[in-house]
């Protein structure tokens, strides 16, 4: 049972442009939300989170969306550059649980 | 600040072998995970410690594998026997969460990558 799912395995955008990751859960006791970026060879590295008493959370060119009603997420950054390529995770947990439940993730290229 | 370490960065082992990882986490962080990412997949929550304590190993396989924190600082996740479907990249992180406080963000070491043949 994959309580956060990402759909899209990739995504390809030009540099410049809007990039839009999205990202639904199942699970309604979910309360807080995180992006992670992972590149290569490497831990993932946290992004942006969001509290459900949000919906809205914005730093710099990254702004995560949370429509509670629909459950779901969205990651856009504006304007993309070719150092954002990279895998984004999105996460989730609950309440006083720390555990993390992630996604599959989604394949970010930004072409130059 | 210096990030989580782990090691080894790479492992292959035959299956039946027995293998184990090391972390190190930030410095003053209390909780520490280990995850496994299987490749195509997010990461999937092993075990999760507070300072020396285990709070969460529901998904830990625990006829296989086990870890410990050794006087709340490192950590060792060993595998006896392994596998063909433990291939996987093992990833160590901490937070410097408590019990009770507000979610806070977990950091997370480069991982190994484990192949069983």
């Known amino acids: 049972d994959q309580q956060v799912k990402q759909n899209s395995p990739s995504l390809s955008v030009q540099e410049g442009r809007i990039s839009i990751l999205n990202c639904d859960y199942t699970?309604?006791?979910?309360?807080?939300f995180l992006w992670y970026k992972k590149y290569p060879a490497e831990g993932p590295t946290f992004l942006i989170s969001?509290?459900?008493?949000?919906d809205k959370n914005e730093d710099g060119r990254f702004t995560v969306f949370l429509n509670k009603s629909a459950k779901h997420l969205s990651l856009h950054i504006v304007p993309s550059q070719p150092g954002d390529s990279a895998v984004y995770f999105c996460a989730a947990t609950r309440g006083s649980n720390y555990k993390l439940t992630f996604g599959k993730g989604t394949l970010l290229t930004v072409n130059p | 600040e210096a990030g989580v370490a782990q090691s080894p960065r790479y492992k292959i082992i035959e299956k039946r072998q027995s293998v184990a990882f090391w972390c190190n986490p930030i410095s003053g962080h209390a909780t520490l995970y280990w995850y496994q990412q299987i490749l195509g997949q997010g990461p999937k929550l092993l075990i999760q410690?507070?300072?020396?304590?285990?709070?969460?190993d529901s998904q830990l396989p625990k006829d296989r594998f086990s870890a410990e924190r050794l006087k709340g600082v490192d950590s060792t996740l060993k595998i006896q026997p392994a596998k063909l479907e433990d291939s996987a990249v093992y990833l160590c992180?901490?937070?410097?969460?408590?019990?009770?406080?507000?979610?806070?963000?977990?950091?997370f070491g480069p991982g190994t990558r484990l192949t069983v043949l």
């Open positions: 969001i509290s459900s008493i949000k």
């Open positions: 992180a901490s937070s410097s969460l408590l019990a009770g406080g507000i979610t806070d963000t977990q950091y």
């Open positions: 410690f507070q300072n020396n304590g285990v709070v969460d």
């Open positions: 699970n309604s006791m979910f309360d807080y």
